[in-house]
């Protein structure tokens, strides 16, 4: 179990901090107004004036008291700030593994609409497949001019403007890009090599 002073966060020990240095500087108040008091009284003690060497003395015990327990003050205020910046250091460090956690769960969803990029773009490779050969099956029954005008579809102007249209401009771009063949790879893979630290940490420090 732990305990009060284990648990208490850097901004309750700020309190703790300043609640003893009020106090430790209200003992040295009380320490001025005492030696005040006994420099009033140093002459009538020294001639014999009734009660003025008891009275001396015990401003003396007072001041002492009082100086002792600044200093018992100061040395707790000392140890206080040694809890709040340990304190800090472990708000720190939970507030940096919160941080790489949350990091963590966006990049997984990151991973998983990966994923579905990928399905979504075998699914429309195989569309685009069906789509070529409908039309392949379609150019044998026409005619020379029949076929003629419809070359047009057989270009990737519509398929590019229509891309465009939805906003995968934004995303991906064929061309010089694409052209290098040793590196095409499923997205989800490409992308692991830059994820896989904050997803798999544990598989890649064993790595």
Same mark, same amino acid.
Not at 156 to 183: K, M, Y
């Given at each position: 179990?732990?305990?009060?002073?284990?648990?208490?966060?850097?901004?309750?020990?700020?309190?703790?901090?300043?609640?003893?240095?009020?106090?430790?500087?209200?003992?040295?108040?009380? =320490?001025?107004? +005492? =030696?005040?008091?006994?420099?009033?009284? $140093?002459?009538?003690?020294?001639?014999g004036?009734?009660?003025? /060497?008891?009275?001396?003395?015990?401003? $003396?015990?007072?001041? @002492?008291?009082? #100086?002792?327990?600044?200093?018992?003050?100061?040395?707790?205020?000392?140890?206080? #700030?040694?809890?709040?910046? !340990?304190?800090?250091?472990?708000?720190?460090? *939970?507030?940096?593994?919160?941080?790489? /956690?949350?990091? %963590?769960?966006?990049?997984?969803?990151?991973?998983?609409?990966?994923?579905?990029?990928?399905?979504?773009?075998?699914?429309?490779?195989?569309?685009?497949?069906?789509?070529?050969? %409908? &039309?392949?099956?379609?150019? @044998?029954? &026409?005619?020379?001019?029949?076929?003629?005008?419809?070359?047009?579809l057989?270009?990737?102007?519509?398929?590019?403007?229509?891309?465009?249209? =939805?906003?995968?401009?934004?995303h991906?771009?064929?061309?010089? +890009?694409?052209?290098?063949?040793?590196h095409?790879?499923? +997205?989800?893979?490409?992308?692991? *090599?830059?994820?896989?630290?904050?997803?798999?940490? *544990?598989?890649? !420090?064993a790595?």
């Amino acid at each position: 179990m732990q305990s009060a002073t284990e648990t208490r966060t850097s901004q309750e020990w700020e309190g703790v901090i300043a609640d003893f240095t009020a106090k430790a500087r209200a003992c040295d108040g009380e =320490v001025a107004d +005492l =030696v005040r008091d006994r420099n009033g009284l $140093a002459l009538d003690a020294e001639l014999g004036i009734d009660g003025a /060497a008891r009275r001396l003395q015990k401003i $003396a015990s007072e001041i @002492t008291a009082k #100086q002792q327990a600044a200093q018992t003050l100061r040395t707790a205020i000392g140890q206080a #700030q040694s809890r709040r910046d !340990e304190a800090r250091v472990a708000e720190a460090a *939970g507030a940096d593994q919160q941080r790489h /956690a949350q990091i %963590a769960a966006h990049l997984e969803q990151y991973l998983s609409e990966v994923r579905s990029i990928d399905e979504a773009l075998s699914f429309l490779t195989a569309r685009f497949q069906a789509a070529t050969q %409908a &039309m392949n099956r379609a150019e @044998t029954l &026409m005619t020379g001019t029949e076929r003629q005008p419809i070359q047009q579809l057989r270009s990737l102007f519509g398929p590019t403007l229509a891309a465009a249209h =939805v906003g995968l401009g934004e995303h991906l771009q064929l061309g010089p +890009l694409a052209s290098n063949v040793i590196h095409r790879q499923p +997205l989800e893979r490409f992308a692991m *090599g830059f994820v896989d630290r904050w997803v798999r940490p *544990g598989e890649t !420090e064993a790595a």
